[in-house]
């Protein structure tokens, strides 16, 4: 595996959601949410999209939608995200290819009912 598999990949969970919690405008989105779930759920998600897309959209919808989020903490998270890639040293090639995978559930996960 490129950057070391599933260790790399936790141990960047755990980097980006402390980043992702402690931020001012996007902790109130996780406080009180058991992270364990959140990065078991992100985790399986990486593994996903690295290799295939079977996240529908309206799992997605449903996941996000009580969460009233907005374009602008939806770019503020993605923005944390690709930082903390960047952090690692994960090839820009591939962070792009990453956040182009993001940017396709934006509209499920800020959309409306």
């Not at 309206?58 to 952090?87: C, K, M, N």
């Amino acid at each position: 595996m490129k950057y070391g598999g599933l260790p790399f990949w936790s141990r960047f969970l755990d980097y980006f959601y402390d980043k992702v919690t402690k931020d001012s405008m996007l902790r109130h989105v996780f406080a009180g949410k058991d992270m364990k779930c959140i990065k078991e759920m992100q985790l399986s998600l990486l593994a996903l999209t690295l290799t295939c897309n079977y996240y529908t959209d309206t799992s997605i919808h449903q996941v996000h939608a009580p969460l009233s989020l907005t374009d602008t903490l939806f770019t503020r998270f993605i923005g944390l995200y690709e930082r903390s890639l960047e952090d690692l040293g994960v090839e820009r090639g591939d962070v792009a290819f990453m956040l182009e995978i993001l940017d396709t559930y934006k509209e499920q996960v800020i959309g409306s009912d």
